[in-house]
């Protein structure tokens, strides 16, 4: 089962987290305030940003990535895939049951 890693500009990430899990692509969305440094366009930005890790699963993997896509404010969004290697099975099985 996946977690997704995504970012998104504050004023965005809101939509997106309740996005995802009233559309049931993630159980749960935890979101976390960070400062990005990156270079676009031949400049280095300093951006505030939100990380989004969306527990999802296997099966709901490719809609969220879609969905994110549709949604998502900028260009190129950053979405990642963490498989995990082991997961305590009573938030397997209520991620499984939360996720369609």
């Not at 990005?36 to 951006?47: L, M, P, V």
Request: charged content about 35%; proline content about 5%; aromatic content about 8%.
């Amino acid at each position: 089962m996946p977690t997704v890693y995504i970012t998104a500009p504050p004023e965005a990430a809101d939509e997106l987290a309740d996005r995802l899990v009233e559309e049931r692509l993630a159980a749960c969305v935890n979101r976390l305030a960070t400062t990005s440094t990156y270079r676009w366009d031949g400049e280095i930005h300093h951006d505030d940003e939100e990380v989004l890790l969306a527990k999802t699963t296997d099966e709901a993997y490719d809609d969220l990535v879609t969905r994110v896509r549709e949604v998502h404010p900028y260009d190129v969004p950053c979405i990642e895939r963490f498989d995990e290697s082991d997961v305590l099975d009573s938030f397997a099985e209520w991620r499984a049951e939360s996720v369609e």
